[in-house]
């Protein structure tokens, strides 16, 4: 017995003969099946299933994949000029060895040592590292670019350097690139890490601008999407260094919200300029912090000294401890 499909395909041939006119149907478009062909996918418990086989209806069909699941991830790139950076006395990774990158290093080594460790003692998110000051004027933005640029020579660690003062961001100005969108943005859900993180043509260094202005930038901090955001930073590679460039503590309240994520902070305090009383209160807004390291900018050592004068008039005296007793001030 014929199958019915070869009866009705002798009963189109008869019609045809006959001079009666039939359309031709048409094949199925690539990509779509006919419709008692595709099986039906629903997630168990998921009610938009009620929608179609596919979930919610978006007026496009399976052939045609929705532009935000298809388009691919801008690649954001900057250019440091780093003869210019090196001319205004920052660690580049292709200079000689210089006084300042020296002194770096000995400031990055116990940084770097905290976030390599491991066990009870060891301390929490010790790879978050703040770099902040009591008042403006006291080097902590040239601290934050020399720190994140030595830990980029490093074999075993990448680092991020992050743009966290919302008020005055002065890093792009430092590193001659435009200002744009960047941290505050993640945190208002306006973008996504992989389109304003940018990476530079220093090899192991990422930076993330603080981005578009915001009236709650404080209240955007503290929030859960900062922790999210921190914690997906923080872990996602376990060689990753994040430096954060943040406010004054006695100017503004966002960095003190900041310093409760931290591990590790760098207070920079200026030589003979900044008041004892400021560097007491300022240390006591992060006391919650396990690691405080207190950096002397500025400062001039003796002739007879390991390092000589400071020509250039940067120079660093390093004490670092647990607590603000043992400041090193």
Same mark, same amino acid.
């Given at each position: 017995?014929?199958?019915?499909?070869?009866?009705?395909?002798?009963? *189109?041939?008869?019609?045809?003969?006959?001079? $009666?006119?039939?359309?031709?149907?048409?094949?199925?478009?690539?990509?779509?099946?006919?419709?008692?062909?595709?099986?039906?996918?629903?997630?168990?418990?998921?009610?938009?299933?009620?929608?179609?086989?596919?979930?919610?209806?978006?007026?496009?069909?399976?052939?045609?994949?929705?532009?935000?699941?298809?388009?691919?991830?801008?690649?954001?790139?900057?250019?440091?000029?780093?003869?210019?950076? #090196?001319?205004?006395?920052?660690?580049?990774?292709?200079?000689?060895?210089?006084?300042?990158?020296?002194?770096?290093?000995? @400031?990055?080594?116990? *940084?770097?040592?905290? &976030?390599?460790?491991?066990?009870?003692?060891?301390? &929490?998110?010790?790879?978050?590292?703040? +770099?902040? %000051?009591?008042?403006?004027?006291?080097?902590?933005?040239?601290?934050? $670019?020399? =720190?994140?640029?030595?830990?980029?020579?490093?074999?075993?660690?990448?680092?991020?350097? @992050?743009?966290?003062?919302?008020?005055?961001?002065?890093?792009?100005?430092?590193?001659?690139? /435009?200002?744009?969108?960047? *941290?505050?943005? =993640?945190?208002?859900?306006?973008?996504?890490?992989?389109?304003?993180?940018?990476?530079?043509? +220093?090899?192991?260094?990422?930076?993330?601008?603080?981005?578009?202005?915001?009236?709650?930038?404080?209240?955007?901090?503290?929030?859960?999407?900062?922790?999210?955001?921190?914690?997906?930073? %923080?872990?996602?590679?376990?060689?990753? $260094?994040?430096?954060? /460039?943040?406010?004054?503590?006695?100017?503004?309240?966002?960095?003190? @919200?900041? #310093?409760?994520?931290?591990?590790?902070? +760098?207070? +920079?305090?200026?030589?003979?300029?900044?008041?004892?009383? #400021?560097?007491?209160?300022?240390?006591?807004? $992060?006391?919650?912090?396990?690691?405080?390291?207190?950096?002397?900018?500025? &400062?001039?050592?003796?002739?007879?000294?390991?390092?000589?004068?400071?020509? *250039?008039?940067?120079?660093?005296?390093?004490?670092?401890?647990?607590?603000?007793?043992?400041?090193?001030?």
């Amino acid at each position: 017995m014929a199958s019915l499909i070869e009866q009705a395909a002798e009963r *189109l041939e008869q019609l045809r003969q006959a001079g $009666i006119p039939f359309p031709e149907v048409a094949p199925a478009p690539p990509g779509l099946r006919r419709k008692e062909e595709e099986p039906e996918v629903f997630l168990a418990g998921d009610p938009s299933h009620e929608k179609g086989p596919l979930g919610p209806s978006t007026g496009l069909s399976p052939a045609e994949p929705s532009a935000k699941a298809t388009a691919p991830s801008p690649s954001l790139r900057i250019e440091f000029d780093l003869d210019g950076l #090196a001319a205004a006395n920052v660690v580049t990774p292709s200079a000689p060895r210089s006084q300042i990158a020296d002194e770096f290093r000995v @400031v990055k080594r116990p *940084l770097l040592a905290n &976030a390599k460790a491991r066990g009870a003692k060891a301390p &929490a998110n010790a790879n978050l590292i703040m +770099v902040t %000051s009591a008042v403006a004027g006291e080097g902590k933005s040239f601290t934050s $670019i020399n =720190l994140a640029m030595s830990i980029a020579a490093e074999l075993d660690h990448t680092v991020m350097l @992050v743009d966290a003062d919302l008020a005055r961001p002065s890093l792009p100005r430092m590193l001659g690139i /435009d200002e744009g969108p960047g *941290l505050l943005d =993640l945190l208002d859900g306006t973008a996504e890490i992989s389109n304003v993180l940018l990476r530079t043509n +220093v090899e192991k260094l990422t930076f993330l601008r603080s981005g578009t202005p915001h009236p709650r930038a404080t209240e955007l901090l503290a929030s859960e999407s900062m922790l999210r955001l921190l914690d997906e930073m %923080s872990k996602r590679y376990s060689d990753r $260094i994040i430096v954060f /460039d943040s406010p004054p503590l006695l100017l503004t309240t966002e960095s003190r @919200v900041l #310093a409760t994520h931290m591990g590790q902070v +760098v207070f +920079v305090i200026r030589a003979g300029k900044t008041l004892q009383s #400021a560097v007491q209160h300022a240390l006591a807004t $992060i006391e919650a912090c396990p690691v405080k390291m207190v950096l002397l900018n500025q &400062a001039r050592a003796e002739k007879h000294g390991s390092y000589g004068e400071y020509g *250039l008039g940067y120079g660093y005296s390093y004490g670092y401890g647990y607590g603000t007793k043992r400041s090193g001030t």
